[in-house]
């Protein structure tokens, strides 16, 4: 019986089965341009001597505990990432699944439309060994679980401020939180029904996707409740962070004012048109802590420091991570160009690989 090295035990040699997912074409170039374009509009209106002065005067200590607060949760959701899909043959454990939820997060903040999702797919193949489609699955799930989390959370908050007298933005807010969670639901709901009898006219390798979808997008009942406690960590983390930034900043928000700051501008990240939303996060941010009472210029500084920590230094760690790759032995697709063009899974013939 031959054993291969350890080596390859942990970087297998996948099958060649096509092309990877193509997230660089004229959309995102696009993209890219219309979020610079925002970025240097929003920019005309910062003083950014005023943010300095504002960054120099804040509790220094307290914000980097924020940031680590943010930071805390991609270990977190490595961990929920792998509970959703430990039913599924593969080869990674909570570290490599937290670096892969990372990394594709990453990857989300430089493309549209959430297509991020779709090479997170990619990666938990060409590192994991784990089919395309059942990963896709298990990301739809997570996808559902966190919107009803947020929307939830954002209409308590909202309730709590607000009461009778609920802003007009706020309200809408609510409303596409509700939309983006029904329909993350009826995604999985579909596929559900669809597991019951797929149309006979169904080409066999869709079936075979379908199939390998619908392994993934539900866990194993026993890890339903653990599933639901990492969710509630992993938002109670990103509260944390945001009182935590109001704190460095002489600011001394409640609870809900600090779950309200976190869950309104997450709404907005469903923005299609800018990687990860970019633009309606500031604005919505802005007008967030505008509503909360917090004066214009310390609103504007707030929303610079935020973005700072959570998008642009997530982007440059981002880098740091794909340049260093081959030491942690991160796979990407660069690595593998030539590993599966279909979101859904790969092409007829596609194998599971033994661990």
Request: a positive charge.
């Amino acid at each position: 019986m031959n054993i291969p090295p350890l080596e390859e035990q942990q970087n297998p040699v996948l099958p060649a089965e096509g092309a990877g997912p193509k997230l660089w074409g004229w959309h995102t170039f696009l993209s890219i341009a219309v979020t610079v374009a925002v970025f240097a509009l929003l920019a005309s209106y910062v003083d950014l001597a005023q943010v300095w002065r504002e960054l120099a005067a804040s509790d220094k200590l307290v914000l980097f505990l924020a940031g680590l607060s943010h930071y805390a949760t991609y270990p977190v959701r490595g961990a929920r990432w792998r509970r959703c899909i430990q039913h599924v043959p593969g080869r990674c454990g909570n570290g490599r699944y937290g670096l892969l939820a990372f990394f594709f997060l990453f990857v989300d903040n430089m493309v549209p439309a959430k297509l991020g999702d779709i090479y997170a797919a990619h990666l938990a193949r060409i590192n994991c060994g784990v089919r395309r489609s059942a990963a896709l699955g298990s990301i739809v799930f997570q996808r559902a679980v966190d919107a009803w989390m947020v929307l939830f959370l954002a209409a308590a908050a909202s309730w709590n401020l607000f009461a009778a007298n609920m802003p007009r933005p706020v309200i809408w807010a609510l409303i596409i939180a509700c939309l983006f969670a029904v329909a993350a639901t009826a995604v999985i709901v579909v596929f559900i029904v669809l597991k019951r009898a797929v149309p006979s006219w169904v080409p066999e390798i869709v079936r075979q996707r379908i199939s390998a979808f619908q392994t993934g997008m539900l866990p194993d009942p026993a890890e339903i409740m653990p599933v639901l406690f990492l969710t509630m960590v992993i938002w109670a983390l990103e509260s944390l962070w945001i009182f935590l930034l109001l704190r460095a900043f002489g600011l001394h928000p409640g609870a809900g004012e600090a779950v309200f700051l976190m869950t309104i501008p997450v709404i907005a990240t469903v923005f299609p048109f800018t990687p990860s939303g970019a633009g309606a996060v500031e604005l919505t941010l802005f007008g967030s802590l505008r509503l909360v009472g917090v004066a214009s210029p310390l609103a504007v500084s707030l929303t610079v420091v935020n973005r700072f920590i959570d998008f642009w230094l997530h982007i440059v760690l981002g880098f740091l991570v794909w340049m260093f790759r081959r030491t942690i032995g991160l796979r990407t697709w660069r690595d593998h160009p030539d590993i599966g063009d279909d979101p859904l899974g790969a092409a007829a013939g596609e194998r599971e690989m033994a661990p």
